[in-house]
């Protein structure tokens, strides 16, 4: 397959049913399956309840937000592309590689998770040889075309919600007593010795960071909408679906989990993707009564990881050919295949996810826990860009005397809801290890790890406006030429 350019540009592979799933696939994941129960287990489930909530709602603005931009701008690798004409070039080519790295370095990750999930019916198996066979089939399902990556996302996130349900449904049916003999959920497990909210002030911003990492993903139908067949109506039509369904799946998990299993319960500590047997939704089938949980969780949980991994592939790739259409990138890496593939970008991408996968067999895995780390606060930064740039989007639009009836998609509540998301972004961000403040004295590597990569973005962005002379483009200057139909 010979990297050819396609004057007719990507394709337009998306339907309704597929961008919904790429939000939710990106979204409902490990995050939930494992994160949850140790955010029950710090914060309390009325903490973590809270804590979800909160996040929930600022993801919501943050959708409506991108739905206004990716309707108007249906641009595939669109963060780097709405920073350019929003806000600066300069701030559009440090988002965009932020994007990129943020999810090339998740490739590597998913690889390691999924080594890991695997050994768990094949404990003496060679890790490199799995990881090589889940980095191929991700990169084929890529390398197809726009519509493999689709279809397979649709399967996967389709997989996790049916878990879900089943889940909910069994968890109701245990707190009624009608599965789970003797059963002693309840209010009184959800409040037990009166610590619904437990853990203080500390804890609940802890649990409220791993919210925040739970919900990224979300993001991705903003990318995906440059490829999809009517952005128009399929882009509205799934931030509806998708942030109700999230929303109703973390919530109400949440609470069943907290009225099923004590907070006090020693596993939800332990919850890992290397122990499948604690997770708490494993914890609640067998509480059910139903044996096989365990063997049937480690199987969703690989098809999650492997769902993330692939929409990491295909979003790192978007952008990164996206930003070489915008000469941000070499200029080879925007080059399309037949079948509207952009294979050079897709193959940079997929080197780097498994040079990040071998620097943790090598070693103590210090680079891979660097890069790891620094890969953290890359999905808030994102979100802040999103709403900055939906903020000066409006504000240039009425500067320019342009209607509001003249956006195919309208976010509900501004100003107030990309401010909102901001600020609660900015805090997260600002809030990644504040433990290192306690304790008598300053952990200095510790705040190192967790917030290097902060200054990494600041330095791209000043650096290449100091270099380019990029300056931030005045409210009336800003370029709203809308998307070709």
Excluded at 373 to 399: D, E, K, P, Q, V
Excluded at 468 to 481: A, G, N, Q, V
């Amino acid at each position: 397959m010979t990297p050819t350019t396609n004057s007719g540009g990507l394709r337009k592979s998306f339907k309704a049913r597929h961008m919904t799933m790429i939000a939710l696939g990106g979204s409902i994941g490990t995050g939930l399956f494992l994160a949850s129960g140790g955010a029950i287990a710090s914060s309390g489930p009325g903490g973590a309840l809270l804590a979800y909530a909160a996040v929930g709602l600022m993801v919501f603005f943050l959708m409506t937000s991108l739905g206004e931009l990716a309707t108007y701008l249906p641009v595939s690798g669109s963060f780097s592309t709405y920073g350019t004409r929003f806000v600066s070039p300069a701030f559009g080519f440090a988002i965009g590689w932020n994007f990129w790295y943020n999810w090339a370095v998740t490739i590597a990750a998913e690889l390691s998770a999924a080594t890991v999930i695997i050994k768990y019916w094949f404990p003496g198996s060679n890790s490199m040889l799995w990881s090589l066979l889940f980095l191929v089939l991700m990169f084929a399902l890529n390398a197809l075309s726009a519509r493999g990556y689709g279809e397979s996302e649709y399967w996967f996130a389709l997989i996790k919600i049916a878990t879900v349900i089943v889940f909910l449904v069994v968890g109701v049916l245990m707190i009624f007593g009608i599965l789970g003999g003797k059963s002693t959920a309840g209010l009184d497990t959800f409040n037990l010795g009166g610590g619904s909210f437990h853990g203080g002030f500390f804890a609940f911003v802890g649990v409220f960071m791993a919210a925040g990492f739970s919900f990224q993903g979300t993001e991705l139908i903003g990318v995906a909408a440059g490829e999809s067949e009517n952005p128009r109506r399929n882009v509205p039509i799934a931030i509806r679906r998708v942030f109700w369904r999230i929303l109703i799946f973390y919530i109400f998990a949440i609470l069943v989990i907290g009225m099923i299993i004590p907070y006090t319960n020693p596993d939800l500590l332990r919850g890992g993707v290397d122990d499948i047997g604690v997770s708490p939704f494993t914890i609640v089938f067998n509480k059910a009564g139903l044996a096989i949980a365990a063997s049937v969780m480690n199987a969703v949980i690989l098809s999650s990881v492997l769902s993330a991994g692939n929409s990491g592939m295909y979003a790192a790739t978007r952008v990164l050919y996206a930003m070489a259409q915008d000469r941000m990138a070499p200029r080879a890496l925007g080059r399309l295949t037949r079948r509207g593939v952009p294979l050079n970008a897709l193959l940079v991408t997929t080197a780097v996810g498994m040079l990040a996968f071998l620097a943790s067999l090598f070693g103590d895995g210090t680079v891979y826990t660097w890069l790891l780390n620094a890969s953290g606060m890359c999905g808030f930064i994102n979100w802040l860009g999103i709403a900055l740039c939906h903020y000066r989007f409006r504000r240039a639009f009425l500067a320019q005397g342009r209607s509001l009836d003249e956006l195919p998609y309208r976010a509900k509540w501004f100003p107030f809801g990309p401010l909102f998301a901001f600020a609660l972004c900015l805090i997260a961000v600002l809030g990644q290890n504040l433990g290192a403040f306690t304790g008598g004295s300053v952990d200095w590597y510790g705040l190192l790890v967790s917030y290097v990569s902060l200054p990494l973005f600041l330095a791209v962005w000043i650096g290449y406006a100091w270099k380019r002379k990029s300056r931030i483009i005045p409210l009336t200057e800003c370029d709203l030429t809308p998307h070709p139909e």
